[in-house]
């Protein structure tokens, strides 16, 4: 899969480098996007933003945009971004709602939608967990946490991760798991990948009710239990 990743700084760079360490049959090329971008750029200011990333992208077809944006006036880029380049499908995640409100969201969506490009902004984006086309090809290596664990008696001998947060915070947590008593496991799972430390923030998304924060960990914590949970009836039914 070619995969076309837009950075502005550190939160997309660990994402990119992450992804790439464990994909390496994909073709991963990154673009900058710079920072410090007004809420709403103006109409010149907005051209001329995304004329500097289209000159620095190789002109190919791209299977997937990964725009990982830091301000939500490079959200605001994303049309027009779009319409200059040759992609068939976009993952925008969102791990801090002040980056891509959710009026915004919607403003783009229908945008998107009438573009017919297939698109998916997901809250935190370590609860991405299907699609169609290259976001499910995406999303069955990088996204909501699934897992596997084997128990010597009460502690968790191994872990074996199917599909881990595109951050690397899911690996982080299953290399600490080991070792770990059942019982504590899947509170510590949820502390592990907020101190690894997670991407996402603190800043509550009044659709959800919670800062996104405690999603990822939510979603850590509920991915142990799941593999517990198997792991104990494989064990009771003798298989």
């Known amino acids: 899969?070619?995969?076309?990743a837009v950075v502005q700084g550190w939160y997309g760079e660990r994402i990119v480098k992450h992804v790439a360490s464990l994909a390496r049959d994909w073709d991963i090329c990154s673009a900058r996007l710079r920072k410090g971008l007004p809420p709403i750029?103006?109409?010149?200011?907005?051209?001329?933003?995304?004329e500097e990333l289209v000159r620095n992208v190789?002109?190919?077809t791209y299977d997937l945009l990964l725009f990982l944006a830091e301000e939500a006036g490079a959200f605001l880029l994303l049309p027009e971004l779009l319409s200059r380049l040759d992609v068939k499908a976009l993952i925008g995640p969102v791990d801090d709602y002040?980056?891509?409100?959710?009026?915004?969201?919607?403003?783009?969506?229908?945008?998107?939608?009438?573009?017919?490009?297939?698109?998916?902004?997901?809250?935190?984006?370590?609860?991405?967990?299907?699609?169609?086309?290259?976001?499910?090809?995406?999303?069955k290596r990088f996204g909501s946490p699934r897992l596997e664990v084997e128990l010597d008696g009460d502690v968790i001998r191994a872990v074996r991760l199917l599909r881990g947060s595109p951050c690397?915070?899911?690996?982080?947590?299953?290399?600490?798991?080991?070792?770990?008593?059942?019982?504590k496991a899947p509170s510590l799972a949820g502390l592990y990948v907020q101190t690894y430390p997670c991407l996402a923030s603190h800043v509550e998304d009044p659709?959800?009710?919670?800062?996104?924060?405690?999603?990822s960990a939510s979603l850590a914590k509920s991915a142990v239990e799941r593999a517990l949970m198997r792991e104990k009836s494989r064990k009771t039914s003798g298989l």
């Open 98 to 139: 002040r980056v891509l409100p959710r009026g915004l969201e919607r403003q783009l969506s229908e945008e998107l939608e009438e573009a017919g490009v297939s698109f998916v902004f997901p809250r935190p984006f370590c609860s991405l967990s299907g699609g169609e086309g290259p976001i499910g090809i995406f999303s």
């Open 168 to 183: 690397g915070s899911t690996h982080y947590m299953a290399r600490k798991l080991v070792g770990v008593p059942v019982e």
């Open 1 to 4: 899969m070619r995969v076309l």
């Open 58 to 60: 190789p002109p190919r």
């Open 41 to 50: 750029p103006e109409e010149d200011e907005a051209g001329a933003l995304v």
């Open 207 to 215: 659709v959800i009710g919670e800062d996104l924060i405690h999603v």
